[in-house]
């Protein structure tokens, strides 16, 4: 498996998207469940990305707790005015929001988002003090081409790459193979870590201080038994789970892992 070339410590992620799934009293009682579980000593920082409805009573259920955050799945490119349905980075940022999804495939598939839509709502972010966690990844047939490296370097440079390098740090990517999202079908550890180094090593080229600090999730049917293998990869600073977060005690076992790599690495 490629090492990383870059080595530097950085804390590791396990945000869940919870996508359009779950009744409030659902929500809640997740929230809760994942609050009790989720100890001061945890080394890794959790990140629930709710519907945008339930935002606010997550974050009071699972208090306001440095290790643990809420995100947003989606944010408007604009800034404020009439534009029905939509919400702002600046609305996020006063209900306590400090994450925001940009770019999940299952926007650019079913809502057309475009790399020009998608850059603006990084920025939105950024204004408003929210961090984007930008998805990318490709798709079956890029992959079976092997076209996967020159997918994912199109995507991240039309929408991070006119960041300073200081905001670019701060950000976080989330490497999210199409193929791979809700089939059960996860990249192995050394698809997922070569991917990941290549991502950091194309950041150096244009962003040498941000290469080593940037976080870069892997997305794609995480779980309980294939979490730890992907933690131990050198450049897999967490995980971005969707069907095993909708359940307490697979999302907390994922947490543990996550606790269990990072005490490995100290
Ligand atoms: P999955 O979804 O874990 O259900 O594959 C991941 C995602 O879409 O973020």
């Not at 020009?116 to 961090?131: F, S, T």
């Not at 798709?139 to 997918?151: D, S």
């Not at 193929?179 to 997922?192: F, L, N, P, V």
Request: proline share 2%; charged share 20%.
């Amino acid at each position: 498996m490629p090492k990383s070339s870059i080595p530097m410590k950085r804390q590791k992620i396990v945000a869940g998207n919870w996508k359009m799934n779950l009744s409030y009293a659902q929500a809640m009682s997740l929230s809760d469940a994942i609050a009790a579980a989720v100890k001061e000593e945890t080394t890794c920082e959790i990140i629930l990305a709710s519907p945008f409805v339930y935002l606010h009573d997550v974050l009071r259920r699972i208090g306001h707790r440095d290790c643990i955050s809420i995100a947003a799945q989606n944010v408007s490119d604009k800034v404020q005015g009439a534009y029905t349905g939509e919400v702002s980075a600046a609305m996020l940022a006063s209900v306590g929001v400090e994450f925001a999804l940009v770019g999940h495939s299952e926007r650019r598939e079913f809502y057309s988002e475009n790399d020009n839509q998608l850059a603006a709502k990084v920025d939105r972010c950024l204004e408003n003090g929210i961090i984007p966690v930008f998805c990318c990844g490709e798709r079956l047939a890029e992959r079976e081409t092997n076209r996967q490296m020159e997918v994912v370097a199109e995507q991240l440079t039309a929408a991070l790459f006119h960041l300073t390098e200081s905001q670019l740090s701060e950000s976080i990517i989330a490497y999210e193979p199409v193929w791979a999202i809700g089939t059960g079908k996860t990249a192995t550890a050394a698809q997922a870590q070569e991917m990941h180094a290549n991502i950091r090593q194309l950041i150096q080229s244009r962003f040498p201080n941000a290469a080593g600090k940037i976080r870069i999730l892997y997305g794609g049917s995480v779980t309980a038994s294939n979490a730890s293998e992907l933690f131990a990869c050198n450049d897999v600073d967490g995980a971005l789970v969707g069907g095993a977060s909708l359940k307490a005690a697979d999302f907390i076992s994922i947490i543990h892992s996550c606790n269990q790599s990072e005490r490995n690495l100290a």
